[in-house]
């Protein structure tokens, strides 16, 4: 990727306007998750730790492809996931008429 700015205002103008496209993704991705809940039987099914690992190497190829680094992409991704697993343990509870706290 060849990205090159002349000023520190550039490069936070291109910041924010990724941060805007990245947190609509985000929320995005947040509906699907809260829709997985319905289709998942147990709290073992919605932690996935499995699935989480074939996301995570999927990701790191995926840096790798496009000229990210492929560390931070994994840790961005393992906090993402781990908050999107406790959205989606409170809408399994939700569903399942327990509590959601």
């Keep these: 990727m060849d990205v090159h700015c002349h000023t520190l205002e550039?490069?936070?103008?291109?910041?924010?306007?990724?941060?805007?496209?990245?947190?609509?993704?985000?929320?995005?991705?947040?509906?699907?998750?809260?829709?997985?809940?319905?289709?998942?039987?147990?709290v073992d099914a919605v932690k996935a730790p499995q699935r989480v690992e074939q996301v995570i190497a999927k990701v790191r190829a995926l840096s790798e492809q496009v000229g990210a680094h492929p560390g931070v992409t994994e840790q961005v991704y393992r906090a993402m996931i781990a908050a999107f697993i406790d959205q989606e343990l409170t809408e399994h509870r939700r569903l399942a008429g327990g509590p959601t706290e």
């Design 10 to 42: 550039e490069v936070r103008t291109q910041i924010d306007r990724l941060d805007r496209q990245i947190v609509t993704l985000l929320a995005e991705r947040g509906a699907y998750v809260a829709q997985a809940a319905r289709f998942k039987k147990d």
